[in-house]
């Protein structure tokens, strides 16, 4: 599977922008895909994950505000991101594995958020 990162792009503090990750690949349903974040000058952190069911996992201190979501029909998985913080300015990357698996050996380009105050 490829994946294709997608959404990101600037945004005024308190407001809301909806990241893609479009996967290639016919067994996009068997992947657990996350995403993560990079800001400037700090290490890569994990934002969420999404199973190939309903199940959802969140970094604690995002929860409340960013969700994700998945379409298998569509190949893509979402991350719906609300009242946006200027800390929140990061390049954005999606990352998948097969179930079963534990590393995330498939990453997305990443795309750019920037939150101004």
């Known amino acids: 599977v490829q994946l294709q990162a997608s959404g990101g792009g600037l945004v005024q503090a308190g407001g809301s922008l909806r990241l893609s990750c479009t996967a290639s690949g016919r067994t996009f349903s068997r992947y657990v895909v996350g995403w993560f974040r990079q800001a400037p000058g700090k290490e890569r952190e994990f934002v969420a994950t999404s199973w190939s069911g309903d199940n959802t996992y969140y970094a604690d201190a995002l929860k409340g505000r960013f969700v994700i979501s998945r379409d298998n029909a569509k190949n893509t998985v979402y991350l719906q991101m609300n009242s946006l913080k200027p800390e929140d300015t990061a390049v954005y990357y999606c990352?998948?594995?097969?179930?079963?698996?534990?590393?995330?050996?498939?990453w997305g380009q990443g795309t750019l958020v920037t939150v101004s105050s």
């Open positions: 990352a998948a594995h097969l179930e079963g698996l534990s590393l995330y050996d498939v």
